[in-house]
T-cell receptor, first 116, second 111 residues
């Protein structure tokens, strides 16, 4: 139980295009999901908190107009990287908060984005 | 500033050795996580702790809330344990928040 999937697992796109990454909780409902990113040889960093049915909360320094988050259902949150640039190339990971254990976070496998 | 410090940054050991990875944090937390990240990037959650000690197979995690310190132990280490181990904490007075991560410990177990 408590499986989180991400799609796609990797994507290459051209500079200036937009890319959508999906995060799904497969066997549980998640009112809260988190989006993290990891640049090469760096720590994971929280980008935003996604709450079902409301606006996402972004961390300082993360552009909300560039990283669009939609959490339209209890099992799906999407992250859209708009007008992607090479510096957006990173590893993006989502996690979902389990309802049974308030602090338990279940991680997706991650999406590697390369912008050329 | 909420910080998470891990040590050592890199650790190479021989198969069978007892491994300890340490994590210290700066302020009160709601929960501490130990995660494992393999070269492809995927993350596996090993433990979530708010107090005491947990054991799963050859892995043991402990936390001392007063000292703001946690340790991850691996007994009878094996080459397949080679990975990056990450300590992550939720800094919050209540409720669940996004995590703050340590820089990770790169563990290599040699046969």
């Amino acid at each position: 139980g408590a499986v989180v999937s991400q799609h796609p697992s990797w994507v290459i796109c051209k500079s200036g295009t937009s890319v959508k990454i999906e995060c799904r909780s497969l066997d549980f409902q998640a009112t809260t999901m988190f989006w993290y990113r990891q640049f090469p040889k760096q720590s994971l960093m929280l980008m935003a908190t996604s709450n079902e049915g409301s606006k996402a909360t972004y961390e300082q320094g993360v552009e909300k107009d560039k990283f669009l988050i939609n959490h339209a259902s209890l099992t799906l949150s999407t992250l859209t990287v708009t007008s992607a640039h090479p510096e957006d190339s990173s590893f993006y990971i989502c996690s979902a908060l389990g309802l049974a254990s308030y602090y338990e976070q279940y991680f997706g496998p991650g999406t590697r984005l390369t912008v050329t | 500033k909420n910080e998470v410090e891990q040590s050592p940054q890199n650790l190479t050991a021989q198969e069978g050795e007892f491994i300890t990875i340490n994590c210290s944090y700066s302020v009160g937390i709601s929960a501490l996580h130990w995660l494992q990240q393999h070269p492809g990037g995927g993350i596996v959650s090993l433990f979530m702790l708010s107090s005491g000690k947990k054991k799963h197979g050859r892995l043991i995690a402990t936390i001392n809330i007063q000292e703001k310190h946690s340790s991850l132990h691996i007994t009878a280490s094996h080459p397949r344990d080679s990975a990056v181990y990450i300590c992550a904490v939720g800094f919050s007075g209540g409720g669940a928040d996004g995590l703050t991560f340590g820089k990770g410990t790169h563990l290599i177990i040699q046969p």
